[in-house]
């Protein structure tokens, strides 16, 4: 009995272990793919495109720019789309991605040249992304732009 139950521990134990590099390059790989919607992303601002946009964001997509205005899906594309919002350049880095199973929260640093209304956009944020697996493809949900002020 005792070897019985010595043989199921090391062959659990066996399993478990097994498993773990799995999971490991499942994140790896969910994280590599969260990095690609967000760097898609920000290839998308620097070109004012709102058409791939559209594809990234999900249909309950919100935005909080940084003056705390909440925009869903449509009004955020249609500030794009009327030139409302005009980017110049767009650039994302210092970016950090958690992925939690099909959720995951990116914060990353943008700069960004351009003019909204005519005036000049803050040009140096920190943005907060959510983002979910369906039907396994990333989509963002959710973002939150925070000016960065000072040092």
């Known amino acids: 009995m005792v070897r019985f139950l010595w043989t199921v521990t090391v062959i659990a134990t066996a399993a478990g272990c097994a498993s773990r590099p799995a999971t490991s390059a499942r994140a790896a790989d969910d994280e590599v793919a969260v990095r690609q919607v967000e760097m898609a992303a920000a290839a998308a601002y620097d070109r004012n495109d709102a058409d791939s946009l559209e594809q990234l964001w999900a249909p309950d997509y919100t935005f909080v720019n940084p003056v705390g205005i909440v925009l869903d899906r449509a009004q955020r594309l249609a500030t794009l789309r009327t030139g409302s919002l005009h980017i110049e350049s767009y650039h994302a880095d210092e970016m950090r991605v958690r992925v939690y199973g099909t959720t995951a929260i990116v914060l990353f640093r943008s700069a960004v040249t351009g003019t909204r209304g005519g005036n000049q956009v803050l ?25 960065i002020t000072g040092g």
């Open 123 to 147: 040009p140096s944020r920190r943005v907060t992304t959510v983002l979910v697996k369906r039907s396994g493809r990333w989509q963002i949900v959710a973002q939150q732009s925070t000016p």
